[in-house]
């Protein structure tokens, strides 16, 4: 694999967990299991009735249930109590056609395939405008029943692709939602009465993770050194060591099957994982001496080209603190075996970071972390994060 492609797991899946390998494996299950199946319907809207009554009969004989209405109006009548999983949908009715009609299903109905039947003379400005409307398939006048049957299959096949999809996610959204209260109770429970209650909180919430828990404090470590160097006071420096501890503490509300996935996330995945940000924030905002390293767990995941997430804001709106943390997050990480690649070289990850600064990282950390990181070298008792040589 390619070091561009590591970096940009590690930008996306941004290391996720940190080492899953102790952590049991539970939460939601891989798509396609979600949904109850039940059988498919199928509404035929045309405004002829042999036409349309010909095609009910052929469906009925495959097994589907099935409705037909004469027009667009009275089709968007029926689907509004029970949509179907499929709309075969005639382009030219009186009225309003099947095109205004195909618009209004995806926009009000995104999980029922839509299906157009054309005549010859239609067939070349319908494909051209249906790419637009996000059609399934295509049936051209005159068409036989084995040509019906192909496309609906195919229809319901979308269908419940769309379906599960949803369901996945909503299953998604609930355990994220389920494991964002509990870390709540637990950080409700911490009372910060001493300067080490960060770290107990941390040994608390990853007592079964400890290579979340080593990484963390090796992000800390570095980020500190970086801080320093930039000559960042005290006080910044203390919030700086703050926001790398926690800078993943929102992951702990991601379900495994995304932490964990060995491939990639699709883009309804990338869309809850790219919530822990805000989410790991929010958690921390419910503790008053926590409020700037919040700011820092919030903006680690942005980038300078303003390409980051959860926010999408530039360099200017993201504070130095989080900026170096997502560096040292960045270097550590691809130092480091992951569920979905290996370790690579400490100057491989250096020279990675180069390439992207500007980009991903700010230019004048990557300067000082690469000096920093180069002189760690020369004086092995520097004590920053190891990695491979």
Known sequence: MRIEARLSNVQDRTAIIHAGDDRGTRGADEPGSHCPDVTPSVLVVDDENGVRDLMRRWLQGEGYTVVSAGNADEALGLMAPSPPSVAVCDIRMPGRDGLWLADRIRQDYPETAVIMATGVQDTYGSVASGLHHGLVDYLTKPFGRDRLREAVGRGVEWHRNAKDSRCWRERLEEEVDLRRAE???????????????????????????????????????????????????????????????????????????????????????????????????????????????????????????????????????????????????????????????????????????????????????????????????????????????
Do not use: W
């Open 183 to 389: 870390i709540a109770q637990a950080i409700a429970g911490v009372r910060p009465q001493s300067g080490e209650f960060v770290d107990a909180l941390l040994s608390s919430l990853l007592a079964d993770a400890a290579d979340a828990y080593a990484h963390a404090h090796r992000v800390a470590t570095l980020s500190v050194s970086v801080a320093r160097r930039l000559g960042m006071d005290d006080e910044e420096i203390a919030t700086v060591r703050l926001g790398a501890l926690l800078h993943d503490i929102g992951k702990l509300a991601m379900p495994d099957a995304l932490l964990r996935k060995p491939a990639p996330l699709t883009g309804e995945e990338q869309q809850v994982v790219r919530r822990h940000p805000q989410i790991g924030a929010e958690l921390l905002a419910s503790l008053p001496s926590l409020a700037e390293a919040a700011d820092i767990v919030r903006s680690v995941y942005e980038r300078p080209d303003g390409r980051g997430y959860p926010a999408g804001l530039s360099t200017e709106a993201v504070s130095l603190g989080a900026r170096i943390v997502a560096a040292a997050d960045a270097y550590d990480a691809m130092t480091r075996p992951r569920v979905f690649c290996g370790a690579i070289t400490n100057s491989d990850a250096l020279l990675e970071l180069e390439r992207c600064s500007g980009t991903q990282f700010d230019p004048r950390v990557i300067r000082v972390l690469k000096d920093l990181l180069k002189g760690a070298e020369e004086a092995p008792g520097v004590p920053l994060s190891p990695g491979r040589g």
